[in-house]
């Protein structure tokens, strides 16, 4: 029950990166707003940061104040077609290697984790141990629920049940590729991405410049701050694992932080 429970949590994090990670293409050079976008414009139009930039340039912007970050919040929710459901997620990480947040899966419930230091910290809870378990025992799932579900517990960050994990609260690693946004496509298609401007849009009240990259059959919609520096303030996904992320708390604290009160250490249990 334990690695299973372990094993899920590695698949949402895992399909997170691939969303995050993705590599955005070649730019067309096309500044025309696309009047069909599906974002909302902006009533009103302050001097454009972006003015004579090419969509690519934005996109290069974008990424690189984004990677350039030392810690960020990421928000939203994944379509995962292998288990026909939707991931959800609400972490903040950083370049420390450390992370605290939730993971989830759609009504399946969800898991809550925290690293920090060389200690990962997970809680999950009734419902997202009894969908991992089925197929077991009942005896042997009614006995993990009463000793896992809304307990904290612990593990060590270097151990093997941990440390594909604890590879996801490092924000190097979740935004790796994210910076290539000029180098080429990653959907493996023959033909050159491309991306256009498509206007503005407010993201959480947040002015932002709207970027639509098209990667072969995927397509990708960027919102990138037009106030302050150009962060990815969003990211929407058609692609085959659909989705939508969006990015705040840049360079603020992560708050990992050692839960309070009774923690089961997993480790001592041997598995």
Same mark, same amino acid.
């Given at each position: ?14 399909? +997170?990166?691939?969303? %995050?990670?993705?590599? &955005?293409?070649?730019?067309?050079? @096309? ?20 003015? /004579? ?11 690189? #104040? ?19 459901? +939707?991931? !959800?997620? @609400? ?49 042997? %799932?009614?006995?993990? =629920?009463?000793?896992? #579900? /809304?307990?904290?517990?612990?593990? &060590? ?30 959907? /493996?298609?023959?033909?050159?991405? +491309?991306?256009? !401007? ?11 410049? =709207? ?12 919102? %990138? #701050? ?11 996904? +058609?692609?085959?694992?659909?989705? &939508? ?8 604290? =992560? ?14 249990? /041997?598995?």
């Amino acid at each position: 029950m334990r690695r299973t429970a372990l094993a899920a949590v590695c698949l949402l994090a895992a399909a +997170t990166t691939g969303l %995050v990670g993705c590599q &955005s293409g070649k730019d067309t050079a @096309d500044d025309t707003a696309d009047g069909k976008a599906s974002a909302t414009a902006a009533a009103s139009k302050p001097k454009d940061p972006f003015a /004579g930039l090419s969509a690519d340039e934005i996109g290069d912007r974008a990424m690189k #104040a984004t990677t350039e970050a030392s810690s960020l919040r990421m928000k939203g929710t994944i379509q995962d077609d292998a288990s026909d459901g +939707t991931i !959800r997620i @609400d972490m903040a990480l950083d370049k420390k290697n450390e992370c605290a947040g939730t993971l989830g899966m759609g009504a399946q419930g969800k898991a809550d984790l925290i690293k920090t230091g060389d200690t990962v910290y997970m809680k999950y809870d009734e419902a997202f141990l009894r969908e991992q378990s089925k197929g077991e025992a009942k005896a042997d %799932v009614d006995a993990a =629920v009463d000793m896992l #579900a /809304g307990k904290w517990t612990k593990m &060590s960050a270097k151990g093997s049940d941990a440390k594909d994990i604890a590879s996801f609260c490092d924000l190097d690693t979740v935004l790796g590729g994210a910076e290539d946004v000029g180098s080429g496509g990653s959907s /493996g298609s023959a033909e050159d991405p +491309t991306a256009t !401007r498509a206007g503005t849009a407010k993201v959480d009240g947040r002015e932002a410049a =709207v970027l639509k990259v098209k990667d072969g059959k995927e397509r990708y919609t960027l919102y %990138v #701050a037009t106030e302050g520096k150009p962060y990815l303030l969003r990211l929407d996904s +058609t692609a085959k694992d659909p989705g &939508s992320i969006t990015f705040g708390d840049f360079d603020e604290p =992560v708050p990992a932080q050692k839960p309070a009160g009774k923690i089961l250490d997993l480790d001592a249990l /041997g598995g």
